[in-house]
Every structure is written in C-alpha cells, then in structure tokens.
C-alpha cells in the first residue's frame, strides 16, 4: 500500500494486489450532505446521480454505462453524511476504461438541464420507494432524533421541493466547492503495476489547482426533551430502532465499540439475537451496530418485530441494555467477538472494493492509513475491562434514544421509554 500527494492536494492511495484479476477504481470526495444547507439539502445525492448523465467524452447515460457493461465491470456511486463515491470494478485489461469513465464523468460533467428534469422524476420515486419501506427509512429517522435540525440530522435524499427546484448552476456551485483535488481521495486495489498505473491516473484526472471553498458544520449538541418518537403507521411489521450517542472516528475507543456492538447484537451468536429472536420469536432482523462520523457517532439496535409484541421488544431490548451496563461482559464473549471481527476484516480484504472503500475512507477522513495488519493489531490491544467500562458509560437507560414506525399507541409505549 502506498500513498501518493500531488502538488495540487490529490492524494492517490494504491494497493497492488497480483493474487487477484479485478481492479477497483474509486474516487472518493468530502462531498456528502452534511456540506448542505436547510435550503439545498439533498443535492449531494442529486448530484451523484447527475453525474451519470453524460459529460464531454461520454455524452450520456448509455455512452457512460455501456463503456463499462461492454467489458462486463461493474459501476456504482453512493452518497453519505460525509462523503460521495464513485467507484468501477473491472478485469485489470481494462483498466483505462474504468479511469478514463470516471474522469469525463467527474471532472467534465454538463449537467444537462433536459436530463436535469428527467431525473427529478426518479428521484423522487426513490424518495416515495424509502417512505414506504420503513427498514431504510427508520436509520434517518433515528439521526434526525438524535441530531436535530442541522446537516447530520437530515436525510441524504432531501426534500421534494429541492428535487423538483434544483437548478443546473446550484450543481455547479456544489461541484465546484466540494469536488476539489484536496478534497478527493483517488483509491485503487486489485492487480496492476504501480508506477504505470500512478502516471495514468495523472493523465486522466488533471484537476487544476482549485481548493476546496464550502465547510461543513462543526455538530452541535441537541439534547430534546423528550428522547423518543413514535410515528403511528399501517405496516405488517413494526420497525424500531433503540440507541445511545456515542463515540467518533477519531475516539481511541472505536475498537472496543466495535468490540461491543459485536457481542451485544452484531451477529448470530450475539446476545440480542439469541436471547429475542431466538429464544422468544419477538423479531424477524435485529442487529446492533455503530455509525462512526468525523464528532459524532452512535451505537443502537435495529429491529423489525411482530406488531402484537412491541412492548414485549422494547423490553427486552432494553433488559439486554441494561444487563451489559451492570454486569458487563465476559472474557469469552469478547473474545469471540473480536475473532469474529478480524475473519470478518480478512474476507472483506478479499474483494477489491472493499479494500479500496476503507482505506479510500481512512485517508479521507482520518487523514492517514492502517493497513489491515495494523487495524486487526488495534482489535487484539481490546480487553475485557475497556469493553466494560465503555458499557457503563455508553448503555445508561437515562439516555436511551428510540424511534419506532407501525401500528402504534404512543400512550401504552411512552412509559416503556421514559427512565
């Protein structure tokens, strides 16, 4: 792994592997929306998607898809609070294609204003398709819970007066701002030759000199008076979400969080699954995880449960809360979690793009790398005590915040939410 600084700010981040015939591409920009405005917010994601739409080599949608689909690669894009990316993988022969798709797209986009207001359409069917599927949704609303009316707390897709007003010049302003080569991280892994591939990647994305000019807001405390929302609605299943604030990416204790979320809920022999799924039939998913950003984080559990038992979930999800805040957890169970995160490290490290996401991320974010060794090291320095002692000061029920989305009566579960 090796990383490279041009003298414009690009950083270029490449990691050769001969074991393997996929190459990754990934351009990763500190472009997601909590860069946004109230009066522009979705417009990270809208851009994202216009930049699929033609530019000066690869005219349109069709000359952009087809490009890659002719030698069978596979192309995506995604946007999140802190950043866009884009990203081909592709067999390593056809290398220049990925690099030479992403540029015209990136660095020449037109933003056509016909296809401008095609796109509205689809858009907002992919804002309708989230409003009724409450298993997506249900994670912004819990952000919004816990962040309030700043940038982390709105929804990456935005509002349907932005999707259906946002106009070409609002594009270019946005890519002119963000979409700067010191705020761009370029990300390859698979199989190809370094010093060749690093004089391509100058060749294609020539990004002048420009820096980025619009910074995100630092977060700001929200602290609301009541620490749970209940949205009565007719779904077949209940979806809830219960969870505390927590650390941030640059928290040393990331790993023991990690650690934590791991043995509580993280997978199929952790103890939420086991002891509500398993061993009443309260849930069909549940899982507990954490959402690291640059000063804020979370750690809470996601559930989709039957809609006669709610009550009967929230308290056992709380029961298990409350258990790890006491009692802690034992020695094997964060052993096993530990193994579990570092086999889990190590398939990941098998596929090109994942690799290229995480240390494309790293450098972006946290300004420096870890190779996988150096990361599975930081998981083995986690003890027992660090994992206890994090339960105590993250799990108090005093804090706990909740959404939930189904059939609910907010008057019989608000006393089941209020500590």
Known sequence: MQKYTLENGLRIVLIPNQNTKSVTS???AGAGSRYETEEINGIAHFLEHMFFK?????KNTKEVSSAIDSVGGEFNAFTGKEYAGYYVR?????????????????????FNPEEIEKERGVILEELNMYQDTPMYQIGWDFEKLLYGKQPMGRDQIGTKKLIKSVTQQQFQDYQQALYTPDNTVICLSGNFDEASTLEK???YFQMGQSTQSLKAEPIKEHNPEKKYIIENKQTEQAHMILGFKSLNLHDPRKYALKVLATALGGNMSSRMFLNIREAQGLCYYIRTSSDLYSDCGSLQTKAGVDINRIPDAI??????????????FTKEEVHKAKEYL???MVLNYE??????HMHARQELLLDGLKSIDEIIAEFDKVTTEEVNQLAKDLLQLKNLYTYIIGPCNEDELAPLLTF
């Open 351 to 356: 596929d090109t793009e994942s690799v290229a």
């Open 315 to 328: 308290q056992s999800i709380t029961r298990e809360y409350q258990k790890a805040f006491q009692d802690g």
């Open 342 to 344: 570092k086999g889990k």
């Open 201 to 203: 990647i100058k060749h």
């Open 54 to 58: 033609g530019a000066k080599k690869y």
């Open 26 to 28: 990934l351009v990763l």
């Open 90 to 110: 592709i067999i390593n022969d056809h290398l220049d294609t990925a690099l030479d798709v992403l540029s015209d797209m990136l660095l020449e986009a037109t």
